[in-house]
Structure formats: C-alpha cells, structure tokens
RNA sequence: GUGAUUGUAGCUCAGUUGGUUAGAGCGUCGGAUUGUGGUUCCGAAGGUCGCGGGUUCGAGCCCCGUCUUUCACCCCA
C-alpha cells in the first residue's frame, strides 16, 4: 500500500516548519505586545455550535465528523427513506471548525462569569474547509486570531489596524493593503435603492466589482432578483473613488437618508481618527466601499488585508461582530472585534516574493567532527558547554569517516564543524571551519563558543 | 457543488502511428581518498508506468470508471 495524504492536507519539514515558526512567532510577539491572552479550543465542535455562523455556502464547507460506535444503527427506516439530508444529522453531530471566531465566542458565553472584560485573546491553531483545494487554498490550514470582546469601542479597530501594520512590517511584506469598510454603509446602501434585507446578496456580487466590472455585476444583482429601480439608484455607488476622505464624502451625501450607513460612515472616520493619533508612520489603509466579505456574522467594520504583486487571495480579514454570543443564548449584549491571519498564505507570499530571512531556516550553528574516541573525550565537554551557552550545536553520533560527517554538516547547512583529532588533542587548539567560506583556523575550545556567537 | 487538467525511479521529466528488455538529469549509496565537504571521475541500487476494468495477438500509449494533482468558477485565509 501506497501512503498518501487527505485531499487538501500537507506535511511540513524541517525546512518548512522554521520558515512557518517564523511567521508564528512574529505575529504572537505582535498579539502579546497589545495585551492579548492566549487560548486553545478543541478541534471538534458541537455542529449546533458551528451551523448557522457562516452562511448556507459556509455550513456546505463544514467537516462533519460520524458519530462514534455504529452510527447507522439507531437510524429508523421511515426516516432513512425520507432522504440523505434527514439522515445526516443523526449520524453526525459533531464537526471540525471552520474558524477560530464562533469557537472563541462559544468559550466566551461558557465561562462569562470568570471573565474581566473586556477580554483579549490570541488563538493559533488550524481549522478545516471542506474546499475544493486549489492555489493558496487548503482544506487544513492555520489561522492566527486576536479579538476583543465585550466593548463598543472603536479603539479596538484603531488597534487591529496597528497590529496588522507590524505584523505585516516585522515580516517583511511591506507592500500590502489593508482593505477597509463597513457592514452598516452596505446595509444602508441596500436601504437607500430600496431593497432592504439584502446586503447579504448585494455585498456578494459587488464584492466582485474589480474582478468582472460593473456591467457583470448589474447583471448578477438582476439574477439575485434586484428590481431595475434598485439597480438604476445603485448607480452612484460605482462613483465612489478617490481619497478616503473624498469618498466619505460622497457616501455621507448619498447615503443621507439612512441612518444605519451614517453610522456606519461616523463608525469609519473614528477609527481613521483614532489611528492618525496614535501617529501611525505611513498607514497603508484604503477604503473599498466594495469590500463585503462572505462570513455572515459581522455587523460592523471589515478589514481584509492583500499583499500586492502576487496573485493570492487576502492574507488576512476580520471585522466586528455584534451577535455571535446571543447566537449562544446570552441575554447580555457583547460586541467583539477581531483580525485573522492565514498562515498558510502568508508563507505563500513570503515564498513568493523571497521575503524569509536567511537565517529563518537555520537550525544548528555548530557540528563537533571528533576523529576517533579520544577526540570524542574533547568533544563532549565542548558540546556541553555550547549548549549551556545557548550555542544550537550537536555531534555525529557515530565515529565515521571525516567526509560523511562534512557531508552531514553540508545537507543539514550548518555553517560551522570543529575538526577534533589527534594533533587538536595533543595542542588543544581546535580546528574551526567555516563552511561557507572554507576558511579554517585554530583556537582553544573556550574561543570556540564566542566565535560560533559571534 | 460546476468545468477543465495532471499522474512514468526519491525529485524534475523523456518515452514516436499501440510492438519485444521503459530511459535521462538531479539526488541517494559505495569507491577513487585511513585528517577535510560543497568540484571531478568510476560504479551500484532504485519501476505493480496512480488504481480497477475493457479493447487488442500485443497497452506506459486507446476506451470506461475511480482516486490524486493543479487551475478556473462559487466562496474564502
């Protein structure tokens, strides 16, 4: 038999996993500089849990997970033939997630009580999409979360527009953009040409503006079911360009009927507001009136981030949700924002455009290449001691010969070898090589350590 | 879920209108070299041609099914 892999699923080397640490480690630096907490969840939920959270497009993508022991057998015949559909939530009742948001806001109600809001956690672990795997999309795949909840305060969306800004800088993507908009000016759009309640549907096709133009996205908001007067007082909407500034203007002007996008539009200017305060160098903000984004649970800001010069989808998105937790049964009203970065596409893109650091997949610094026992005696003394000095070092475990161990140092790219044999014994200056550079010198085992740090 | 596409050695790929024993490069292992690698030379190992069925005297090649890869749509990180 053949192994292989789950449709969608990698394995990650060595080689890889130092590139990935990297990324993990610089975005949970960012997370923990702005005070956020970490936190784990199961990788099963409860399918009551996940269902009704994303969409009827995002339930489809659900990984639902057969019940355990003989799943089929309590199943009646009379319901067994009314249909697979009526079956399926008898045999399966729980599911992988889909994010890290719904478990989040699940943990939230369970232990309100223990919690001082508002709290912020990070979480960085993977979820599951049932996908059809294709460029830049798994269906296992990483996703780093920070949110806030239990605050109105669009603080936290100055704060999320900072950390998206580090954590984009300290890896090295500086060419991105971070989409912003709302969901209230799209809910008021939908009120203003007279079609109220389907911000859902207009957000999906116009979502696509840039991709397929407007004419293709008229005819689509046509086969939504959008009346001709919707369509025609939809117009202004395609107008919408300039600076932010300019476009908010426009928006206020248009839009001056509904009260839901002027809150929406005041909701953006205070972010904005409050980021040019905290005196952000440079902000890469821009907002796009277009941007929607599918997850059905967000009622306020929408953020979404895209490295330009590759053709990936976006690196990351987020937005404020104002009624997952009464999803769950809470009478109290709690707000949440959050962002979410995929890691996968990150690495997509830094490989992409070269962006890792050289050193990203550096494991150890130093290979001890003793020539026979009594150089070995020398051997684990200094390797001891590298180690303590926080020195990644290590030694061939079997006495071989000199090559095989040179060409072990070469395959695991170790950039030095301390050659020990008779002559290093006797004087007890030790041969160390470079092994880019094949420069080789000697010096005690002492000097050792401080050269390899240096 | 819709439409394409891919599968031959560990990796990247050749393989003619269907014809006898399926090849190359790289990598791996061994040697040239018992104290020096990444260069060179010599040698070796490594294959159910994704899987199942069919057509044929004969299938890596043609047909059907299936799985897988990649891509677009839908949607999304």
């Known amino acids: 038999m053949k192994p292989s892999l789950v449709k969608g699923t990698r394995d990650f080397g060595p080689e890889q996993m130092s590139k990935r640490l990297f990324i993990f480690d610089t975005i949970r630096a960012t997370f923990k500089r702005f005070g956020f907490l970490p936190l784990e969840t199961p990788a099963m939920e409860n399918l009551s849990t996940l269902t009704g959270k994303y969409g009827d497009e995002g339930d489809q993508l659900l990984f639902k997970i057969l019940n355990s022991g003989d799943f089929a057998a309590s199943i009646a015949p009379e319901v067994l033939a009314t249909g697979s559909k009526a079956v399926l939530p008898k045999i399966a009742e729980k599911g992988l997630r889909y994010d890290l948001t719904v478990p989040f806001a699940r943990y939230v109600v369970m232990n309100r009580h223990a919690l001082a809001l508002p709290f912020k956690r990070y979480q960085m672990q993977p979820v599951w999409r049932a996908d059809r795997p294709q460029k830049g999309r798994y269906r296992e795949f990483y996703q780093c979360d920070a949110d806030v909840v239990g605050t109105d305060s669009l603080l936290c969306e100055a704060e999320i527009v900072l950390m998206v800004h580090e954590v984009m800088r300290n890896l090295g993507i500086q060419n991105f953009a971070l989409k912003v908009n709302n969901r209230k000016i799209l809910t008021g759009i939908a009120e203003a040409i007279g079609a109220p309640g389907m911000e859902g549907a207009l957000a999906v096709a116009i979502d696509k503006l840039d991709k397929i133009g407007q004419e293709k996205v008229l005819d689509e908001l046509r086969d939504r079911g959008f009346a001709e007067s919707a369509i025609t007082a939809l117009l202004p909407m395609f107008t919408m360009q300039g600076t932010t500034e300019e476009v908010l203007n426009k928006l206020k002007s248009w839009l001056t009927q509904s009260e839901t996008a002027q809150k929406g539009i005041a909701e953006l200017e205070e972010t904005l507001r409050l980021v040019a305060q905290y005196g952000l160098e440079n902000p890469q903000i821009e907002l796009d009136v277009t941007l929607a984004r599918g997850l059905s649970y967000y009622t306020g800001a929408i953020f979404e981030v895209k490295a330009l010069g590759v053709s990936i989808g976006s690196i990351s998105g987020g937005g404020r949700y104002d009624n997952l937790t009464s999803a769950f049964g809470t009478s109290e009203r709690l707000s949440g924002v959050g962002i979410s970065f995929g890691v996968d596409r990150i690495y997509d893109v830094m490989e992409e455009l070269s962006l890792f650091p ?86 005690t085992a002492e000097a050792v350590i401080s050269f390899v740090q240096g």
């Open 358 to 443: 050289a050193d990203a997949g550096q494991g150890t610094t130093v290979l001890l290449v003793p020539f026979d026992a009594e150089g070995r005696s020398v051997a684990l003394p200094l390797l001891n001691a590298l180690r303590r000095a926080g020195v990644s070092a290590e030694m061939y475990p079997d006495l071989a010969k000199v090559k095989k161990m040179l060409d072990y140092a070469n395959a695991k790219r170790i950039p030095y070898v301390v050659l020990i044999g008779s002559e290093e014994v006797q004087t007890g200056q030790l041969a160390v090589k470079n092994m880019l550079t094949g420069e080789q010198q000697k010096m």
